[in-house]
């Protein structure tokens, strides 16, 4: 069983700061999703990583992939209020459709 | 905009009941995915059909079933309701390839009385 930890569970900063939240696995995968969901909606696809040590920047958001493939990290630099949510990783296997997803960070930025 | 669209957005009962939950993925999509999120947990996966058939399952309990029509909507149908049952239901779609995301909907939220 593939299995995503998601770290830290909670977080809550100032506006400004930068944050990193974290997604770990033992297992490798073909590709790597984050997405961001707020309350009462459905999660919205953010970013997808699918080579080892890809980095990819949305604004002022930073995706990476690990190198094995097993990790990713999502980096924010100066949170703004309107980041506020819950941030998901998924990750996708060769050898099954469905996607394998952790359990959140929910993030809170203060203004 | 996901391409996605559930119905209804929100539902409330009765425990014993049961409901269907209807989902519309974009034309030509021929995968879809039902996930279950509790309050304050993250996504848990269901079930999956492709094309009509079942793919794969998830921990789907026994009371909950599904199907995909022909038209590729899907619906999720969930009898003899306990209060647990109490959460949103999502529905996503996927793109062909396995390294294709998968695309939400807002979602049904069930509310159990």
């Known amino acids: 069983t593939q299995l995503l930890e998601q770290s830290p569970q909670f977080l809550s900063i100032q506006e400004g700061e930068n944050l990193t939240v974290y997604c770990n696995s033992s297992s490798v995968f073909s590709s790597l999703q984050w997405y961001r969901q707020e309350p009462g909606e459905g999660p919205v696809l953010l970013v997808t990583?699918?080579?080892?040590?890809e980095v990819k920047k949305l604004k002022r958001l930073t995706f990476q992939f690990g190198d094995a493939r097993k990790d990713s990290s999502l980096h924010i630099t100066a949170a703004q209020p309107g980041d506020t949510g819950l941030y998901l990783c998924?990750?996708?296997?060769?050898?099954?459709?469905?996607?394998?997803f952790g359990d959140g960070t929910t993030l809170t930025v203060k203004p | 905009d996901s391409g996605v669209t559930q119905t209804p957005k929100h539902l409330i009962t009765a425990t014993g009941q049961r409901v269907t939950l209807r989902c519309s993925p974009r034309?030509?999509?021929?995968?879809v995915y039902w996930y279950q999120q509790s309050l304050d947990q993250g996504l848990q996966f269901l079930i999956q059909?492709?094309?009509?058939?079942?793919?794969a399952k998830g921990n789907i309990l026994e009371r909950f079933s599904a199907q995909q029509f022909p038209d590729l909507h899907s619906e999720l149908n969930l009898s003899s309701l306990e209060l647990g049952d109490s959460a949103l239901y999502f529905c996503a779609r996927r793109l062909a390839g396995v390294r294709q995301p998968q695309h939400f909907g807002d979602g049904t939220r069930l509310s159990i009385l």
């Open positions: 998924a990750g996708g296997s060769t050898n099954a459709g469905k996607s394998t």
């Open positions: 990583v699918v080579t080892g040590g």
């Open positions: 059909y492709y094309n009509g058939e079942e793919r």
């Open positions: 034309s030509g999509d021929l995968s």
